[in-house]
C-alpha cells in the first residue's frame, strides 16, 4: 500500500434471515453493491454477531427458528452499541398490527414479502443516509455535533473579525445523577433554546451554534456582536438555572451542586490561531463563571 492513501471500511449490513436462499441472493446482492454483508439465520446468533462487529444497518425478519424478530430488535435496542443502528423489518407478516409493532421498537422501515430488490436496495441506501445525517447532530439539542462545529470554525479562521462564545454548563453532571438524565437533557433542551434566540435577537443570519461537548456550547458570531450577546446570556440564564430544580430544593438550599454557566470570549483580533482546537483551547482558558444559580421568583 502506497503511503498517503486511505482506506474506507466497507458498509456492513447484517441480514437475519432463516432462509437461506434468501439470505445467499441478499448476501451475494449487497455484496456486489459493495457492502460487506453478515448473515445469521437465528436470533441468538445475531445478537452474538454484534456483540463482535456492530453492523451499519440491519435487514431483520420477523420468524426465525428460536426466537422472533421482535425480540431480537428489543434486545438490540437494549444495548448502547446497538441502540440507534437502523433496522429494516423484511418479512411475511403484512398485517398493519404486525408492522405497527415493529415500528414501535424503533425500526426505520417495515418492508413485507415478496419484495423488490431495487426498491430493497433505496430504502437501504435512504436509510444509511439519515443515521449518517444524524451522527452529526446531538440528539437531545439537535444542534450540530462536535465535528461540524470544528468544520465551521476551520471556514472561518481565514475569514476576518469572527468571535467564538465557548458555554459550558458546570454541574450538570452531579445535577443528572441528582435528579435523573431525563431532567438532564431538558437542561440543555432548554439552553439551547436561549441560545437560539439570543442569537436570534442580538446575531446575524450567518452566526451558528453548535457543541463542543455535551454540556458545552460553541456561538459563532461577529466580533462586534460578542459582548451584547454574551450580556444576555448573563440576564437569560440567571433567571433559567433555578428553574430547573424543584422549588422546595431551592428555597432550602439544598441543591446538591448548583448549575453555573462559564463562557469563554476569543476574538479574531485577540491573537493568531491556525485550527479548530486552538480556538477552543483559548476560550477554554478565557472561561469566567457567567452565573450562580439563585432564587427563582415565583
Known amino acids: 500500500m502506497q503511503m498517503g492513501t486511505s482506506v474506507t471500511k466497507p458498509v456492513k449490513i447484517l441480514i437475519v434471515e432463516d432462509d437461506p436462499d434468501t ?35 440491519i435487514i431483520q425478519d420477523v420468524r426465525l427458528p428460536d426466537i422472533d424478530g ?5 434486545e438490540l435496542r437494549k444495548n448502547m452499541r446497538t441502540s440507534h443502528t437502523p433496522i429494516i423489518f423484511l418479512t411475511g407478516r403484512k398485517e ?6 415493529g415500528l414501535e421498537l424503533g425500526a426505520v422501515d417495515y418492508i413485507t414479502k415478496p419484495f423488490d430488490m431495487q426498491e430493497l436496495s433505496l430504502r437501504v441506501r435512504n436509510a444509511l443516509r ?24 476551520q471556514e472561518c479562521l481565514g475569514l476576518g473579525r469572527w ?4 458555554v459550558s454548563i458546570a454541574g450538570l453532571e452531579a445535577f443528572s445523577e441528582a435528579y435523573g438524565f431525563v431532567a438532564g437533557d431538558d437542561v440543555l433542551r432548554a439552553i439551547s433554546v436561549i441560545l437560539s434566540n439570543i442569537v436570534d435577537d442580538a446575531g446575524t443570519p450567518e452566526d ?25 446570556l448573563a440576564s437569560r440564564l440567571e433567571k433559567a438555572f433555578p428553574y430547573f430544580y424543584p422549588l422546595q430544593a431551592v428555597e432550602s438550599g439544598q441543591v446538591p451542586v448548583p448549575m453555573r454557566a462559564r463562557v469563554g470570549v476569543v476574538l479574531a483580533s485577540s491573537g493568531r490561531y491556525d485550527t479548530p482546537q486552538a480556538v477552543l483551547d483559548a476560550a477554554m482558558r478565557a ?5 450562580a444559580a439563585a432564587k427563582p421568583n415565583r
Open 287 to 291: 472561561r469566567r463563571t457567567l452565573v
Open 163 to 166: 468571535a467564538v462564545i465557548l
Open 70 to 74: 421482535y425480540q431480537v430488535v428489543s
Open 96 to 101: 398493519q398490527a404486525d408492522k405497527i409493532a
Open 23 to 57: 439470505a445467499t441472493m441478499l448476501g451475494a446482492y449487497f455484496e456486489a453493491q459493495g457492502y460487506k454483508a453478515l448473515t445469521a439465520s437465528w436470533g441468538n446468533d445475531a445478537l452474538k454477531l454484534v456483540q463482535e462487529t456492530v453492523p451499519d444497518l
Open 208 to 232: 451558528f451554534i453548535g457543541h463542543a461537548d455535551r454540556a458545552s456550547f460553541v456561538l459563532l458570531t461577529q466580533e462586534n456582536k460578542a459582548q451584547d450577546i454574551r450580556d444576555r
Open 130 to 153: 439519515r443515521a449518517s445525517y444524524a451522527s452529526l447532530v446531538n440528539p437531545v439539542t439537535g444542534l450540530p455535533d462536535q465535528q461540524v462545529t470544528e468544520s465551521r470554525l
